[in-house]
């Protein structure tokens, strides 16, 4: 069983930052990948970015390449999501999921919602214009 807690949400006014923080209750090196991912009012879940813990390659949404940066800290057990840049179109909740099943994700399939079997309960980002 994996516990994962996210932290580090909250309202900013479009062009600033905020650090997401996903922490595992499991070491982060036995997860095959992390990820985090995005709901907004009245839209599907979206993928936003995604790590693959052993190699640590990453793939992002188009929405956020080049704000965004999703990195992991294994002495720590903690995934990270810094945001950059921020856009008002980026106001969602925001949740860190875990894959524990054998086989590596790699490019797009990293951002696959249901490759991930272990989720946190989120963490609201509010972006004002």
């Known amino acids: 069983q994996v516990q994962l807690v996210e932290s580090g949400g909250g309202s900013v006014q479009a062009g600033g930052s905020l650090r997401l923080s996903c922490a595992a209750s499991?070491?982060?090196?036995?997860?095959?990948?992390m990820g985090w991912f995005r709901q907004a009012p009245g839209k599907e879940r979206e993928g936003v970015a995604g790590i693959y813990s052993a190699g640590g390659s990453t793939y992002y949404a188009d929405s956020v390449k080049g704000r965004f940066t999703i990195s992991q800290d294994n002495a720590k057990n903690t995934v990270y999501l810094q945001m950059n840049s921020l856009k008002p179109e980026d106001t969602a909740m925001y949740y860190c999921?875990?894959?524990?099943?054998?086989?590596?994700?790699?490019?797009?399939?990293?951002?696959?919602?249901?490759?991930?079997?272990?989720w946190g309960q989120g963490t609201q980002v509010t972006v004002s214009s």
């Open positions: 999921a875990a894959r524990t099943r054998n086989g590596p994700l790699m490019g797009w399939a990293l951002l696959n919602q249901y490759a991930y079997n272990y």
């Open positions: 499991v070491y982060t090196y036995s997860t095959n990948c």
